[in-house]
């Protein structure tokens, strides 16, 4: 049985899809890393934007290899919703002196926006019900 010529997209298009499959390996998903913690707002920060900032009373990390800050320390923050998707209005921000529990979510990865890839945290601050 002769065979006759063989089609040069078909063998182009294999290459491209052995290249891809190679390329585009399946990614592990990160996990959002949470600490509880119980704070004390010390001052509602103006400038450059606002914030608050708070004493850390007591933290709690949901898991041994979560990285929290420790208690005692000052955090700066900008309150969001509970589904992250909004800063809080700030009329419902908590007043200086209030305490309040908040679950601060963070997630470790790799950043592109300049063009330039450099390790970074995705930092949420939800006050308030889920």
């Known amino acids: 049985m ?3 010529p063989r089609n040069p997209h078909t063998t182009c298009h294999a ?26 707002i010390t ?22 290899t979560v990285q929290c800050p420790e208690a005692g320390t000052t955090i700066t923050f900008t309150p969001e919703t509970p589904d992250y998707q909004a800063t809080l209005a700030r009329r ?3 007043a200086k002196g209030q305490s309040l529990r908040i679950d601060y979510r963070y997630l470790n990865g790799i950043c592109k926006g300049d063009g330039n890839e450099h390790a970074c945290r995705i930092e949420h601050y939800p006050v ?3």
């Open 2 to 4: 002769k065979m006759g």
């Open 128 to 130: 308030g019900r889920r």
């Open 92 to 94: 419902q921000w908590p």
């Open 15 to 40: 290459l491209l899809v052995l290249t891809l499959s190679i390329l585009c390996a399946p990614a592990q998903a990160a996990t959002w890393q949470i600490c509880r913690m119980d704070l004390r």
């Open 43 to 64: 001052e509602v920060v103006k400038k450059p934007y606002p914030q608050l900032k708070a004493q850390l009373l007591k933290v709690r990390p949901a898991s041994p």
